[in-house]
């Protein structure tokens, strides 16, 4: 099996955060989200990249903010720069800060590349095999040209999750529940997973619907989860806008301590490697610290 990057190494049965919180507070190299995530023991932070910041340089900065905290991102949007780009700033990224960095890289979904970006969204699993291939063989006049670097890719169905396998570190996976994991770890064999899971901790049922609602209300737009979610058995009565009663128990956890704790423990039995979560608080335009300390307790995390 070939040796991992220490910086996925280090992930290994831990649980880290997934929020693009950052972005709702000032730009800075110094406390902010990242420092808070970090002293609540949580081992990593990944962050998406969509209609906000630049996913790199937002990198640099949490990665400036903290001290041991692998920053990782979920994802970096493969149609947003060159595979040039991306590898060396990966390498610049995991050579200036002592291995912290993961590059997690995805096809992301066609309003956010057509509409935003002005592409064209052709053969998603094709431009993603190109786009590594050419990362694999670009170029660094640079003194970190040799530096390690981990990568992962966004995956859902079994043709990603193979080429995550083939021609990355490993995958990233995103709404699913434990038995698409355990199928993802069939199908990508020794290869590192990680698992993002939403949750709720406490609140009441309706506040749980809520909550469960507003999280899934864009994704149930788009056709790559939904395309998913019809092979774990789910189906259109399931896609109304905001996902139906059922969608929301299945893809968020709501509960006390113990049904978080037992829902990452099911991951990792289904063989994820790590588990980045997901909470959801009262106001999304809000970053849910008290939340995450809850969770961190419930979990008896602790800071290094």
Not at 54 to 72: C, G, I, K, Y
């Amino acid at each position: 099996m070939p040796t991992r990057p220490s910086s996925l190494t280090r992930l290994q049965g831990t649980v880290g955060v997934w929020t693009g919180a950052h972005e709702l507070v000032a730009p800075t190299t110094r406390g902010g989200v990242a420092a808070d995530i970090e002293s609540l023991g949580y081992s990593a932070m990944w962050f998406p990249e969509s209609w906000g910041r630049e996913s790199l340089t937002s990198a640099a900065l949490l990665l400036s903010a903290t001290s041991h905290l692998t920053v990782a991102t979920g994802i970096t949007n493969i149609w947003a720069r060159d595979a040039v780009a991306s590898v060396n700033a990966a390498r610049t990224l995991n050579a200036a800060f002592a291995d912290r960095f993961v590059l997690g890289l995805g096809v992301s979904h066609q309003p956010l590349v057509e509409r935003l970006r002005g592409h064209e969204y052709l053969s998603p699993l094709a431009h993603m095999r190109d786009y590594l291939s050419a990362m694999d063989a670009a170029p660094m006049h640079a003194q970190e040209a040799a530096q390690p670097y981990a990568r992962v890719i966004a995956a859902l169905g079994p043709k990603m999750l193979a080429l995550g396998a083939e021609m990355a570190d490993g995958v990233h996976t995103y709404l699913v529940d434990v038995d698409h994991t355990a199928m993802s770890r069939g199908v990508i064999g020794s290869a590192f997973l990680n698992v993002e899971q939403a949750v709720v901790i406490g609140q009441t049922r309706e506040e749980f619907l809520r909550r469960a609602h507003t999280h899934l209300e864009f994704y149930t737009g788009l056709e790559n989860y939904r395309a998913n979610w019809r092979r774990m058995g789910l189906g259109p009565d399931d896609f109304v806008r905001g996902g139906s009663e059922r969608l929301c128990d299945e893809m968020v956890v709501h509960g006390d301590a113990e049904a978080i704790a037992h829902r990452v423990a099911e991951h990792f039995a289904a063989g994820a490697d790590h588990v980045c979560l997901q909470v959801l608080g009262a106001d999304p335009q809000v970053p849910p610290l008290d939340e995450w300390r809850l969770v961190a307790r419930a979990l008896q995390l602790s800071a290094n």
